[in-house]
């Protein structure tokens, strides 16, 4: 695409994925997703801030040729492919260009891409100098890969973060922050941030010192307003007090106990949302778990265990470690069931206290009922409603 003036002498020169609908088989996409580049020409030398995912080089390389671009600096802020991958295409054309990151930067590129070049390791608050224009590397670590910094234009107060501050949407208006952003935002940080959410703090409090005009994240557009998402991971970080019902049901029986328990919920006044795993998007479940700290586990038995909708949700939630404090599990089953030591097992990552479980042979009646509304008012007194 043609390259865009975010800033005198800084441009967009990124690539937009439209038709992506999976992040390394595993994130679902719905609005496709960028890949964030960005040209900064300083009197003395110019600097390419990240590249692009492999596949999309070429689009790349034409937009750098449009431009007449020569590059003295590839700025390599994270060595995962989708910022890095082109960075072999770029050193055939600028063979004397030096490839800067961080040490663990570095290591990495030479071991997912092969390549040798002109490498330079810098460290944290360490400064480049483009002529009129300074670059500050700011060492970010596990935001997401132990390997990530951010670059700060000091003239211009812009923030470049990589993976930090992201969104996965495809826009043409780059420079405009859509209505929903945030929502976005929070789908990606729910996946990509989430493992990490006491790093991202110590890292969102060690930018907050600079003073930033504006954010330039390589997935997504540019966000104009600083503030909209740094208070955003702020609260993130910081977990919630809702409660999220994962379930799936076979014969009716865990709906009818599912509905009680958002119906008994909602009288006491807090905050629920039932997901039923099997029907809606898995994006959609983890990004609520991000503002929770119960987690409902209610899921019909297969074989002794939990379904394999909810057997495949919950190694995801064991992978990302959602700031939960509780845990409840619930579950209908018909000769036997082993759904509560399966959900621990499952759950082995997570630091939670269990709530008492309410297990029901076969379809509820008004008794089992009854210790669904006794498991409800445990939520609301743990949840300090």
Same mark, same amino acid.
């Given at each position: 695409m043609t390259a865009k003036r975010i800033a005198d002498g800084v441009y967009y020169t990124g690539t937009i994925d439209w038709d992506r609908r999976t992040f390394d088989e595993l994130v679902t996409l719905p609005r496709g997703t960028s890949y964030n580049s960005y040209l900064i020409s300083g009197t003395s030398a110019t600097a390419l801030i990240d590249t692009t995912e492999p596949s999309r080089a070429a689009e790349l390389l034409r937009t750098l040729e449009e431009m007449d671009a020569d590059i003295k600096y590839i700025i390599s802020q994270h060595a995962e492919q989708d910022h890095s991958g082109t960075i072999p295409e770029l050193l055939e054309i600028y063979p004397e260009a030096e490839v800067i990151g961080t040490p663990a930067c570095i290591e990495l590129l030479q071991e997912l891409l092969r390549i040798n070049g002109n490498f330079r390791e810098v460290k944290d608050g360490e400064s480049l100098s483009l002529g009129d224009r300074t670059l500050r590397f700011i060492v970010t670590p596990w935001v997401h890969w132990p390997d990530t910094m951010v670059t700060y234009l000091e003239e211009d107060g812009i923030l470049f973060t990589c993976d930090f501050f992201g969104s996965h949407i495809a826009t043409s208006d780059i420079m405009e922050t859509p209505d929903d952003f945030l929502r976005e935002a929070k789908r990606y940080y729910a996946h990509i941030m989430m493992p990490f959410s006491q790093m991202v703090a110590s890292n969102l409090r060690k930018i907050s010192e600079l003073e930033v005009s504006m954010i330039a994240p390589s997935h997504g557009p540019v966000i104009s307003e600083p503030g909209l998402i740094m208070d955003a991971y702020d609260t993130w970080t910081s977990g919630g007090d809702g409660v999220v019902i994962a379930y799936t049901t076979m014969h009716g029986s865990t709906r009818v106990m599912v509905e009680r328990l958002t119906e008994k919920l909602m009288e006491l006044d807090v905050s629920v949302r039932p997901v039923n795993v099997a029907e809606h998007d898995t994006g959609e479940f983890l990004t609520e778990l991000v503002d929770a700290s119960v987690l409902v586990v209610a899921s019909p038995t297969v074989l002794t265990r939990p379904h394999p909708a909810i057997a495949s949700v919950l190694y995801l939630v064991n992978a990302l470690r959602p700031p939960l404090r509780h845990?409840?599990?619930?579950g209908s089953y018909g000769w036997g069931s082993l759904i509560e030591s399966e959900v621990?097992? $499952? $759950? =082995? &990552? $997570? &630091?939670?206290?269990? !709530?008492? =479980?309410? $297990?029901?042979?076969? !379809?509820?009646v008004e008794e089992d009922l009854q210790r669904v509304d006794e498991l409800a008012m445990k939520i609301k007194g743990v949840n300090g409603w």
């Open positions: 845990v409840a599990v619930m621990r097992k $499952l $759950l =082995s &990552n $997570l &630091n939670v206290e269990y !709530l008492e =479980s309410v $297990l029901v042979k076969g !379809l509820p």
